[in-house]
């Protein structure tokens, strides 16, 4: 029954029967935001080794957007987009697949201890540039180049970010480069796995990078996510997935607070794993409050039923 519920609603969602999805998710009634999506940023190392680095900054610049400010606009999800890597679909094919209004697109190269990176935000109407830039720094500083591109963006589409909107783009933190190249390259290997020794490697790199920086979160939210996927398809019992999950996901929550991606991996195993409704919605919640455009479309139903329904 209640994996019933989860699919209703979740289709309910996705047509927004009823204004289902502006109920509950807070949208404002009158206004409908901007729908963008971040292609898969090119590779220019040469190097298909070096792809972690480009496909690993296309999530975190989704990421980055998704949280800007969620009412105005709206950004597309990894899933939907990474079928454009390494394709020559023609933007305006793609804004009607998509069904957004403006495209952001670019690469990503890294020289030695620097990173460079290139974007364009493209207007899928008339295909028209609407801003295009680089920016260069060093690995270190690949949190405040993001930000960067997340700012163009926002002043380019005429966003007016809240206060605390700018104080997040404005006091990004240094990370250890190091540390954070072997968590983009676990990353990179379990968003692509195939078989239980991809998602071995990938833990192996996560734990370095928690070697090389303990208090890195986005490390344990990776395995978190590991433990998550080992028992949803079969590779680990619940037993042993559901805690390790569950701690790795809180310790991610101790040390940064503000990680959506965190409280959602929290959300899943109590939902999934330890089928623990009442105790999933809290993590749901907090997950959609940070980023209402990160967290999946489950995790948007499962949150819906004791609040959709009762205005």
């Known amino acids: ?16 029967t009823g204004g289902v999805r ?19 940023f090119a590779n220019l190392s040469g190097d298909p080794e070096e792809a972690y680095l480009s496909d690993g900054l296309t999530q975190e610049m989704i990421a980055q957007l998704g949280r800007l400010h969620p009412e105005k606009l709206s950004v597309i999800a990894r899933t939907s987009v990474m079928r454009y890597k390494n394709t020559d679909t023609p933007i305006d094919q793609i804004g009607r697949e ?14 030695g201890s620097r990173v460079r990176i290139s974007a364009e935000l493209i207007g899928v109407k008339n295909q028209s540039q609407l801003w295009a830039g680089s920016f260069e720094r060093e690995m270190s500083g690949i949190l405040a180049l993001q930000a ?15 206060p605390n909107e700018k104080t997040r783009l404005t006091s990004t933190r240094t990370v250890d480069p190091e540390a954070y190249e072997v968590y ?21 790199y996560f734990d370095l990078a928690l070697e090389k920086d303990p208090s890195y979160a986005p490390a344990y939210v990776g395995r ?21 999950a569950k701690a790795a ?48 479309i489950v995790g948007k139903a499962v949150n819906a039923p004791s609040r959709l329904f009762s205005s």
Do not use: C
């Open 22 to 40: 502006q109920r509950l998710l807070g949208a404002g009634a009158n206004t409908d935001p901007i729908r963008m999506a971040v292609l898969p």
């Open 224 to 244: 978190a996510w590991l433990w998550i996927v080992r028992n949803q398809v079969g590779w680990s019992p619940p037993e042993e997935a559901g805690p390790k």
């Open 148 to 162: 960067d591109v997340t700012g163009k963006v926002a002043d380019s589409l005429a966003i007016k970010l809240l």
């Open 98 to 111: 998509l069904n957004v209004d403006y495209v952001l697109e670019g690469s990503a190269q890294r020289e």
């Open 249 to 296: 996901a809180l310790r991610a929550i101790e040390l940064d607070e503000k990680s959506s991606s965190a409280y959602e991996a929290l959300a899943l195993v109590r939902t999934f794993i330890d089928w623990d409704w009442d105790g999933s919605w809290e993590p749901w919640h907090k997950s959609l409050e940070i980023n209402p455009n990160a967290a999946t």
């Open 184 to 204: 983009l390259k676990g990353s990179h290997q379990w968003m692509n796995f195939v078989t239980p020794g991809d998602l071995d490697t990938a833990e192996k």
């Open 1 to 16: 029954a209640a994996a019933a519920i989860v699919f209703v609603v979740a289709a309910l969602l996705w047509l927004d």
